[in-house]
């Protein structure tokens, strides 16, 4: 449930104003308007007094997957939408889908068609699965755009799986690393600082070093734990400024090992929600508008939004791809051969087929060069520690 201020006037012309609840803002102008109140602005509260807590996304990933096949068998089955929204609130694991299921069959059953209903709970339902879904009542072929999305999204969940795998080991290894040293350097290095201060002797240089940074660890922790804070605090700063964002993201993608992981899933993605968008018989320029909405990555997303402006044009959608880094030759040549052969979609589709298939090499290949790496930084830097301490150990043994 969300919050929105709204500014309107009644049936009478009367300036009217204040706060109202809803689950979208489509939702919030539905039930304004039930009230007899013309809305003029509305927008969302975001203060955190109006914010529901929960933890991580609404929807898990899976969990949508799951229910949008089901949703597209039984369609494909000949369930009417009522009934079909009606038996997925009994198998649903999520209570977000199960509470927005309950509410759009009551949306069905007073007249509103699927994709109205869906519009009003945009937290849970992505805009391009709406907007196929109009187009699949438009045309009638719902059970079709269903099958399609459902596919569609099982490939997107892979996708996003193979680069959650490929990413978690390095991850893990680093934050066990960092664990394991500020477990050294807070509770087993003073042990041993007590140890040598009672021999009376000086300490090597090294060993010196790593005491002071016991010291500092053990002393000014909260220092450590505020700039872990700033540096949170300054990427949703960079992330909030356009050109500073798009910097990132074009730093993302020549990032050594990782980028090129990276841009392939970015393609792959682009790829495949175009060739469904054409496949589904959604015009090419709204296809592009709406993958558009869907790519997260601003580089791709620019020149995307460059390829609309060539399509209204009446040029090709590959004409701003051709000379930008980020799109290989392959995509760019397969684009051109598609609308020539008027089989765009199939292209876009191969495209997809070859870099979700180069993902999985690719994660592979990652996976077999960073797990000796990491081990190899963990060892260095525990033993680095360790190294610290045996170092005056051999000073005290040739004494005795």
């Known amino acids: 449930m969300a919050y929105f201020r709204y500014k309107g006037r009644d049936r009478l012309g009367k300036a009217k104003q204040g706060k109202i609840s809803a689950e979208s803002k489509q939702e919030a102008v539905a ?7 013309i809305v003029f602005q509305i927008d969302e509260l975001n203060s955190i007094l109006y914010k529901e807590i929960h933890f991580g996304k609404k929807v898990k990933h899976k969990d949508f997957v799951i229910f949008l096949r089901q949703f597209s068998t039984l369609i494909d089955a000949g369930v009417t939408l ?4 009606t038996i997925l609130q009994e198998q649903t694991d999520s209570k977000h889908i199960k509470s927005s299921l309950a ?11 699927l994709s109205q209903a869906m519009e009003r709970y945009d937290d849970i339902y992505p805009s391009l699965l709406t907007n196929m879904i109009h187009a699949g009542e438009v045309s009638g072929n719902l059970d079709e755009i269903l099958d399609n999305m459902a596919t569609y999204y099982e490939k997107q969940n892979q996708l996003r799986q193979k680069i959650v795998t490929a990413l978690t080991y390095p991850l893990t290894v680093g934050v066990f690393a960092l664990l394991i040293s500020i477990f050294l350097l807070t509770f087993i290095v003073p042990t041993f600082a007590n140890m040598f201060t009672s021999m009376g002797e000086d300490l090597p240089a090294y060993t010196a070093f ?10 000014y922790w909260w220092v450590l734990l505020l700039l872990v804070i700033l540096a949170f605090i300054l990427i949703r700063y960079l992330l909030s400024k356009p050109n500073l964002a798009y910097r990132l993201d074009v730093l993302k993608l020549k990032t050594p090992i990782f980028g090129d992981l990276l841009q392939k899933a970015v393609l ?4 495949r929600t175009l060739s469904s968008l054409l496949n589904s018989s959604v015009p090419i320029l709204q296809a ?23 399509l209204e044009q009446g040029e090709s959608l590959a004409t701003p791809m051709k000379d930008h880094w980020v799109f290989t030759k392959m995509v760019t040549q397969m684009i051109a051969v598609g609308e020539r052969s008027g089989s765009l ?23 077999s060069l960073i797990e000796p790496i990491m081990i190899v930084i963990l060892t260095v830097i525990v033993g680095a520690i360790v190294l610290a301490i045996i170092i005056p150990m051999f000073s005290l043994f040739e004494n005795i």
């Open 31 to 37: 039930n304004l308007k039930l009230n007899g109140v």
């Open 210 to 219: 790593i005491l002071g940074l016991s010291d500092f660890t053990r002393s």
């Open 288 to 310: 592009v508008q709406i993958a558009d909405r869907v790519i997260t990555n601003r580089v791709v997303k620019k020149v995307l939004q460059d390829s609309q402006t060539s």
């Open 82 to 85: 009522v009934e079909a929204t």
């Open 103 to 113: 509410k759009i069959t009551e949306h069905l059953e007073s007249g509103e068609t």
């Open 345 to 367: 979609d199939e292209m876009l589709s191969k495209v997809a087929d070859f870099y979700e298939e180069e993902l999985d090499h690719a994660t592979d290949k990652i996976k």
């Open 268 to 271: 792959a993605r682009m790829t």
